[in-house]
């Protein structure tokens, strides 16, 4: 029997319009031995009959009543049996390659963590790129691993795998009836999984779309948003890190309304961005 090299965890709440092009994504992915967990969290759409047009034996469907995406990655996790896991949002998709290039990374170094680049989608246009890496790098510094992954500008779950046996060994949980999640998370995954590695030339496609949970704004999930980046300040400081210090801090200039330049600051680094045309660093 082949080995599971990467589990898939995809909560999947009344995703119908995108489920399908998520999945087309993961099930051609050039890595074969991967196992695809689809957690119905209780669709009242055509989510659950999109799951079942699906003829592969990787893909895993387990229906539950709604509880939450941190419900459903929980069970995901507590099922995986791969030496790996990732996690992709249900309206996302990704390249190809990604999870080779992700998996055979981290078994070069022996990394607990791999992570790659970023590109935000929206309905309305082609994408744009959120988060680069350009070559590959290691570390088993806090502060570095923060740096590399972007945090805590970045703080998401989804452009990276993590090695299994570390996640259940420090029992690296979400948190069940919050939202902003990964805020809450990541951070910790990357103090307790000791080894990260970068890995340039593959991305994750985030689409970025009205009536999502992180474009609503209610206040639950203001509530939520708070106490997360609350919790991560707190953890990481416990551990020797500032996230202020890690966050791009960005002034814009108007003039009518309209932005003519924005100003921002990271790790000492200012960069200017006149009319979104010109870029410049000092």
């Known amino acids: 029997m082949q080995k599971t090299k990467v589990s898939i965890i995809i909560p999947v709440y009344n995703s119908e319009k ?14 074969q031995e991967i196992e695809i967990i689809c957690i119905n969290d209780g669709s009242t759409d055509n989510s659950g009959r999109i799951l079942e047009e699906y003829n592969d034996k990787r893909i895993k469907i387990i229906n539950k009543e709604n509880g939450g995406q941190s419900s459903a990655r929980n069970i995901g996790i507590d099922i995986a049996k791969g030496e790996y896991i990732g996690f992709v949002d249900s309206d996302d998709r990704v390249d190809s390659d990604f999870y080779e290039k992700l998996y055979n990374t981290a078994k070069k170094y022996d990394a607990d963590i791999a992570v790659t680049g970023i590109i935000r989608m929206r309905p309305s246009e082609t994408g744009r790129y959120l988060m680069v890496i350009d070559k590959e790098t290691v570390s088993d510094d806090y502060f570095t691993k923060l740096r590399l992954s972007d945090i805590p500008d970045k703080s998401y779950i989804w452009n990276k795998i993590y090695k299994t046996a570390e996640l259940k060994k420090y029992n690296l949980k979400f948190p069940e009836g919050k939202i902003y999640e990964d805020i809450y998370l990541v951070p910790r995954m990357l103090y307790y999984l000791k080894t990260l590695a970068t890995v340039p030339d593959t991305y994750y496609y985030y689409l970025r779309r009205k009536g999502s949970t992180v474009t609503s704004k209610t206040p639950e999930t203001i509530r939520d948003y708070m106490w997360a980046k609350k ?43 006149l009319f979104n045309l010109i870029k410049w660093q000092t």
């Open 18 to 31: 995108f489920l399908q092009k998520c999945l087309d994504s993961i099930v051609n992915q050039t890595l």
């Open 231 to 273: 919790e991560a300040r707190h953890f990481a400081k416990e551990h020797g890190v500032n996230l202020y210090d890690l966050k791009t801090i960005t002034k814009k200039f108007k003039f009518f309304g309209i932005t003519m330049l924005k100003v921002s600051r990271k790790n000492n680094v200012k960069t200017y961005n």
